[in-house]
């Protein structure tokens, strides 16, 4: 019987995004067969598995969900967060939250079951965009924009190039292909302004248009559809694991290439 991650088979089971996965095992809240799980474990598909003495079955029906966040709800699934946003819609299957919005911003953020769907959207590697409407605290300049938009030191590195647009003397709207840790607040940071707003309105094909605050609806149909289409060619792989995949080819290809020679 095929082995896989045990991260992998939380995330897929809906239980958890991969890296949450990771926290948990970690802190010694997941078991295999009775086993207290360790970082790295593969396990068989009829495993036995619990996760804070639950057991774990894999959910069959994948559910992709739009959600309007308000301020003050907290992006994780994580019970000991009286402002989780898993608690705060009370949706019926166990779901969790694709990526982040920091706990003060508002918008678009996508709840699902489906890991491979969760790692596709959100790998840096694969470029996908991301939309933000920003207000920052005095005018917006030509320098600014420019600035931003050819790349910011945060956080020891460059961020990627991005599309930026001025719609008020104090505002702009941002697409970003990377997620890094309150990416737009650190750049402004960087540049001497502070983010008064944050709001987001895009992830890929998938739009806020005409959701109210707190409201959620699932993704279904056409715009499933399209998004599906848009995610075919991504990898759920992370760009670090990417990058070992092709190394071991190369090296083996290498490898039998220089046989051949002897």
Not at 101 to 107: M, V
Request: proline residues 3%.
């Amino acid at each position: 019987m095929e082995e896989i991650r045990l991260n992998r088979y939380l995330g897929e089971a809906g239980v958890c995004s991969r890296r949450e996965a990771d926290r948990l095992i970690s802190e010694g809240r997941v078991t295999v067969n009775g086993r207290r799980a360790q970082l790295g474990d593969k396990i068989a598909g009829d495993a036995r598995v619990e996760v804070d003495g639950q057991p774990v079955r894999q959910e069959e029906e994948r559910v992709l969900l739009a959600f309007y966040k308000p301020e003050g709800i907290v992006c994780t699934a994580e019970k000991r967060e009286k402002n989780n946003v898993v608690d705060y819609i009370g949706y019926p299957k166990r779901i969790y939250p694709v990526g982040r919005l920091d706990k003060e911003s508002t918008g678009l953020l996508l709840l699902t079951n489906d890991g491979d769907l969760v790692n596709k959207i959100m790998r840096a590697g694969n470029y996908h965009e991301k939309e933000y409407q920003v207000q920052v605290d005095h005018p917006v300049t030509k320098t600014f924009l420019t600035r931003m938009r050819q790349g910011v030191p945060i956080l020891d590195t460059v961020t990627r190039p991005c599309r930026i647009w001025q719609t008020g003397p104090c505002s702009f709207t941002i697409v970003l292909t990377q997620g890094l840790n309150r990416q737009i607040r650190r750049m402004c940071e960087y540049l001497g302004y502070r983010v008064t707003t944050l709001h987001r309105v895009r992830i890929m094909n998938i739009r806020l248009d005409g959701m109210k605050k707190g409201e959620l609806r699932p993704v279904t149909g056409q715009e499933l559809e399209q998004l599906k289409e848009m995610l075919k060619d991504s990898s759920s792989l992370s760009v670090r694991q990417r990058l070992e995949k092709d190394t071991y080819f190369c090296n083996s290809k290498a490898g039998r290439l220089n046989s051949h020679d002897k």
